[in-house]
């Protein structure tokens, strides 16, 4: 890679892995490490192609997540571990509901479909347009908003109107 080119690529990774990791991260179900690795396989992907696409470098990056993670998805080892956060060294307030509602709907979320679950991910979380999140997918504007309809429909069939409105 050119020194300039380098020079660029280490600007974006600074200044977007923020907004970068947080799309892995819901995309991976809540797994830091597995963002993590998710990100940096996107990132290292991105490097080979950054001459061709550093015109716009971020949308190639969230398409690369999304197909790598819905690759990882189909895999059967996909899944087998969890990692445990370490439980905290003082006591807080109580926060049962907020967890729970949390749990509920982090459940429901991963009883969607693959690309259900993205397309939500996309376009609530990401707050990303219908065409941005079919660019990404690599299907039309209809699709996207049949399969948010869809998926949205799906929730509130799985948790309630209510908790969906909290969230």
């Not at 696409?53 to 895999?75: F, K, T």
């Not at 926060?95 to 009883?111: G, H, I, S």
């Amino acid at each position: 890679m050119h020194p300039d080119q380098q020079r660029d690529f280490t600007e974006f990774v600074a200044t977007r892995s923020d907004s970068l990791i947080r799309l892995a991260y819901v995309l991976t179900g809540g797994d830091q490490h597995a963002a993590e690795d998710l990100l940096q396989t996107a990132l290292t992907k991105t490097a080979g192609h950054w001459r061709r696409i550093r015109d716009s470098p971020e949308a190639y990056v969230r398409r690369v997540m999304y197909h790598e993670q819905v690759g990882r998805w189909r895999s059967p080892r996909w899944g087998r571990e969890r990692v445990v956060p370490a439980l905290p060294d003082r006591a807080t307030g109580d926060r049962t509901a907020e967890v729970e509602t949390r749990l509920t709907l982090a459940a429901a979320l991963m009883a969607l479909p693959a690309r259900k679950r993205a397309v939500l991910v996309l376009r609530y979380y990401e707050d990303l347009s219908e065409s941005e999140v079919a660019k990404i997918m690599g299907c039309s504007v209809g699709t996207v908003r049949s399969q948010t309809h869809q998926a949205v429909s799906r929730l509130r069939e799985l948790v309630g109107e209510t908790l969906i409105l909290e969230a």
